[in-house]
């Protein structure tokens, strides 16, 4: 029974250091942030995410739209075209820990003949899914057109400040 608590406290302790922040720069095409240049005051802001809730994906890409605009030295962006994909799939069973009893047999034959001894054994199987399952992978993509001055009046059109200020905290959850 101790070893079944050893393996359930390591395998808590693995998944603890293997999860990692949803709002980080995407690897690849992994989840996170990346932007595409597409002009000098263009750019494409995408950021994917595994969740159930889409508005987290949205706030999160305009969240580094807002960053970008700050890094590039301009005050505001204006989204030009929004798009949100939602792909619900199921990735990988759940995790889990069995744990059965069984018997090992040997046999042993030498010159005056056979002898057989069964041994009992205690088997545990971890099984340790580190994607959520049933969850949607959400990509929340904006093209956003950047400027210095006065925020524009138009619905579409945010200050970076003020947007990074606003939803800088949901980055460290």
């Not at 050893?6 to 603890?16: K, R």
Request: aromatic letters at 6%.
């Amino acid at each position: 029974m101790n070893k079944l608590i050893l393996i359930l406290i390591s395998t808590l302790l693995i998944s603890a250091c293997a999860s990692k922040p949803p709002y980080r720069p995407a690897e690849g095409n992994g989840y996170g942030y990346k932007e595409v240049k597409i002009t000098e005051e263009k750019y494409r802001v995408h950021f994917k995410h595994r969740s159930d809730d889409r508005s987290e994906a949205m706030n999160f890409a305009l969240l580094r739209a807002a960053e970008l605009t700050k890094l590039k030295d301009y005050d505001w962006f204006i989204i030009n075209n929004r798009e949100t994909i939602i792909d619900k799939e199921r990735v990988a069973p759940p995790s889990g820990v069995s744990v059965g009893r069984s018997h090992r047999v040997e046999r042993h034959c030498g010159l005056l003949g056979c002898s057989t001894h069964t041994e009992p054994q205690t088997n545990v199987g971890v099984s340790l899914n580190l994607n959520s399952p049933d969850k949607s992978e959400i990509e929340s993509i904006l093209e956003i057109h950047m400027g210095h001055g006065e925020t524009p009046d138009s619905e579409n059109a945010y200050n970076a400040k003020e947007v990074y200020e606003n939803l800088s905290p949901l980055s460290t959850k």
